[in-house]
Structure formats: structure tokens, C-alpha cells
């Protein structure tokens, strides 16, 4: 048992709204000199980033995590994560085909750079990412689990695109198991707050747009990791989201 700190929501030079610094390098050596273990890439509405932060993720020691940040059809953002790679862009072509097809203004919005294994731009999407897909919020914990992955509501205690701003209050039976924090230090006031999250597993990440978002090593995961290898830890870490470890 060993324990493994994390940040589950990072957003690459493939988001708009992101620095475009954001590489999938520099996320990684960012989030090795932060002190993480656990660390998921998840750009608006693409996973077509992540097979180079894989890349870059071995390059420094650290454990990837293939994600997603989705915008629901109500504008809610939802993280989602994959224990594969392959599954994550599996779902990636599924997302694409539900997307609402708006050309992104580079002068208004950003640039939204895909990149190879090295850093190197090799294109950018030509559609903007950031807008509401067709895919509901009820729709999702299924269809995520449909594609070996987890979800949960991103930033809950904010108020852009988190799913209490949006709906007033967090619903019973959503079909989440889990749900994110941006701020640690709330998870008491919002579990007396909203009685649906008092038995969720709550989370939280830096949702890092620029390397100096990405926190150092704050929240953590105690482990099983023997015999020692990233995907079992990995496989180990899902469990622990989806509650199956204390």
C-alpha cells in the first residue's frame, strides 16, 4: 500500500481556453517537479491529445490517464476517464459524432493545437471544442461505462459550467458515484450543504489551463501497488473512484 498523489483534470494547448505552453511535455514535467503520480489529460470535448501525453507521461515516471472534460447539452462539464487509452479515443470518435459543429475563431476563442510525441504540432481542430454537445446529462455515467470509463461533474463549486450553478442544487440519483471539487477546503460545507453528495466519493483537481495552475501534490489515494506496475496502479486507482477501496 503506498500512496499516490493525483490531479485528474488538466487541460492541453488542445483546449481552447488553454495556454498553448499546455503541451503535453511540459504537463508532464510540470506535474513530476509538482510531486503527482496520478495524472489524466482532459481537454474539451477531445481525448486526441493523450497519446502524447502517454508518451511524455512514461518519459517522466508518471502514471497517465487517458480523459475528458465533456460539455453535457445543459453546458455542464463533466470529467471522464479511462483506465485505456484506446478506450478513451473509442470514445472520443463517439463524442465527435455527437459534437455541435461551430468553427472556432482563433482570434476569439484560442487555438486548438494537436500534437505528436514530441511536442511538435502535427494540426489543430478546426471546430470549436468548448460548446454543449447533444449528449445529456443523465446520458452520460452510462455512456461513459458503455466505454470502460468513469465520470464525474467537474468543478461543482464553481460556477461556470458546474452542475449546481446550472441546476440549483446537486440531484439525488444521477448516477454518479463521485464528484469534483475545485477547492479541497469545501468538502465539509458542501456535504452538509447538498445531501446527495454525503455518500460520494468527492474529489479535486486543479483544472489547470496554464503549467503554473497545476498544483503541487495536495490530494492523495492510498494504494495497493504489489506487485508493482503503472497499469495496476492505475486499474487500482479507478477502483478507489469508483468506491470498491476505502
Not at 121 to 145: K, M
Not at 178 to 185: I, S, V
Request: hydrophobic share 40%; aromatic share 10%.
Amino acid at each position: 500500500m503506498s500512496r499516490y498523489y493525483y490531479d485528474l483534470h488538466i487541460h492541453s494547448c488542445l483546449s481552447p481556453c488553454a495556454d498553448n505552453d499546455m503541451t503535453p511535455g511540459n504537463i508532464a514535467g510540470m506535474a513530476t517537479l509538482a510531486g503527482l503520480q496520478l495524472v489524466a489529460l482532459t481537454d474539451h470535448n477531445s481525448a486526441r491529445n493523450c497519446p502524447a501525453f502517454f508518451a511524455a507521461a512514461k518519459r517522466n515516471g508518471i502514471i497517465p490517464i487517458a480523459g475528458m472534460e465533456l460539455t453535457t447539452a445543459e453546458d455542464i462539464h463533466v470529467v471522464c476517464l479511462f483506465e485505456r487509452l484506446e478506450d478513451a479515443l473509442a470514445f472520443n470518435d463517439e463524442v465527435d459524432r455527437l459534437r455541435v459543429r461551430v468553427p472556432n475563431r482563433e482570434d476569439i476563442f484560442g487555438e486548438q493545437i494537436l500534437v505528436d510525441d514530441e511536442d511538435r504540432e502535427v494540426g489543430r481542430e478546426s471546430d470549436f471544442l468548448s460548446n454543449a454537445t447533444q449528449i445529456s446529462l443523465d446520458e452520460v455515467p452510462s455512456l461513459v461505462s458503455s466505454f470502460g470509463g468513469f465520470a464525474f461533474p467537474a468543478h461543482i463549486d464553481r460556477e461556470a459550467n458546474g452542475i449546481i450553478a446550472t441546476l440549483g442544487t446537486f440531484p439525488e440519483d444521477t448516477g454518479f458515484s463521485c464528484a469534483e471539487l475545485h477547492d479541497p477546503e469545501k468538502e465539509t460545507e458542501y456535504r452538509k450543504t447538498y445531501p446527495a453528495l454525503r455518500s460520494l466519493r468527492l474529489v479535486s483537481d486543479s483544472d489547470a489551463h496554464y503549467l503554473w495552475d497545476i498544483r503541487d501534490k495536495i490530494v492523495f489515494a492510498d494504494l495497493p501497488d504489489e506487485p508493482y506496475s503503472g497499469e495496476f496502479v492505475r486499474h487500482q486507482f479507478f477502483r478507489w473512484l469508483r468506491g470498491e477501496l476505502p
